[in-house]
């Protein structure tokens, strides 16, 4: 096992990375920016390095600092958390070359994923379902129309390096098609370093639904079940996240699985990742990309399976081997994520940015809180919004909801502006309660509560 690991993020996810660390008797190098010398995983990890100024670019993207505090503290791997570096295989490389263990999957699986539109041809070659769209970028406008005509209207338009939420476009109909394409091929390649983008059908109410993967290096591949992720804002940012995911029969929930399997294992992946689908009105899902990372979202996952995902992909990193077979991974109860963020719903999601004169975290039975934050600490506005996560587990759903609900009432945090009451109107409606909702829903919400009526 290694001795000593870097942690190459910032936030609660360093932090969750660096309590693996620590009950795994391995020593922690956090690193940080200048904005961030007052932050919790500094204090909390062995050693610290500043890698540079406050923006990401100039420090927890940059890779030959990062590189370089592991080298000169002596780390033996890396653990890039989820953002940032996590997914470019550039740094999984660059890692490697040092003689650095990467902790996530191999760079080639990164890259392959990474490219969404090669990824869909993978997932429909592995036998797993695809929606209907193109299997290679797009390169020329009369590619479009064809592909376009085939596919037929509404379609999204992607990028192919796309993530985060953003690179996505809905086409209505053939007449906006070659205006919208031009808009999102600059987009992404400013957004992401490259012009490329594939053509996806449109479903109109689907329900998001992923797959937690864990895949050794000896060749077993196992799933730790789903996740229901359909809260997501206007922007697709994932509000609150469930597993299991309700009103899934078993047939579909075992389908789910051995699709994603098929996915990881026809990239060779190795460690923890992700295979999302989106799943329609009638209960047909469809692969849509693999997130080659940790999720934010891990632990909901983690509550119903007792099975610590972060403290695996070290073993699994370091060559041990999965020491469970598929039939022996439980489902225990249920668990929901709600993601407290520094944002304001109700005015598009603007940040908010301060220091908490009170920051007092909910907790008692089947609470478990995953945040960076304390009373007195200073938001710094150069990173993203989320302030905690408030995961809550019970024996069932309906018991997860009154938790969850009466967490969120407990939150006592001053000096910035919070989702919080929001989470909580989305807690309290009865689409939530009967687990029937749908990508839209939150976007719905969200105008009917416009002061002004709602305009979007
Ligand atoms: P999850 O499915 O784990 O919630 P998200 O898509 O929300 O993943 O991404 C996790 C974090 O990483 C978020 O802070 C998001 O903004 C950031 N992120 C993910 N992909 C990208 C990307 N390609 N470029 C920039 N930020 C990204
Ligand atoms: P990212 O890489 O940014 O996470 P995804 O491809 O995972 O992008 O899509 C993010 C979200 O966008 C999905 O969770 C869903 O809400 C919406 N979305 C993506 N593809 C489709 C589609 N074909 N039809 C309807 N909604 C979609
Ligand atoms: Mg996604």
Sequence with gaps: MF???LVANRGEIALRVIRACREMGIATVAVYSEADRDALHVQMADEAVCIGPPPSAESYLNIPHIVMAALMTGAEAVHPGYGYLSERSSFARACEAHGIRFIGPPAEAIAKMGDKALARAIAEEA?????????????TEEEAVQAARQIGFPLLIKAAAGGGGRGIRLVRGEEDLIPALRIAQSEAQAAFGSPDVYLETYIP?????EVQILADSHGTVLHLYERECSLQTPRHQKMIEEAPAPNLDDATRRALGEAAVKVAQAVGYQNAGTIEFLMNGEGRFYFIEMNTRLQVEHPVTEAITGIDIVQWQIRIAAGERLPFTQEQIPINGHAIEAR?????????FTPSTGRLSEWTPPGGPGVRIDSH???GYSIPPYYDPLLAKIIVHAPNRE????????????????GVQTNRDFLIRLVQTPEFRAGRVSTPFVPRLLKGMLPTGGTR
């Design 3 to 5: 001795r000593k690991v």
């Design 127 to 139: 036998g797993a379902p695809v929606l209907p769209g193109t299997r290679e970028p797009i390169r």
């Design 205 to 209: 109410e689907p329900r998001h639904i």
């Design 340 to 348: 407290l963020t520094a944002e304001i719903p109700e005015h598009d």
């Design 373 to 375: 934050l304390y009373t």
């Design 399 to 414: 018991q997860a909801v009154a938790r969850l609900e009466r967490a969120l009432h407990e939150v006592r945090i001053q």
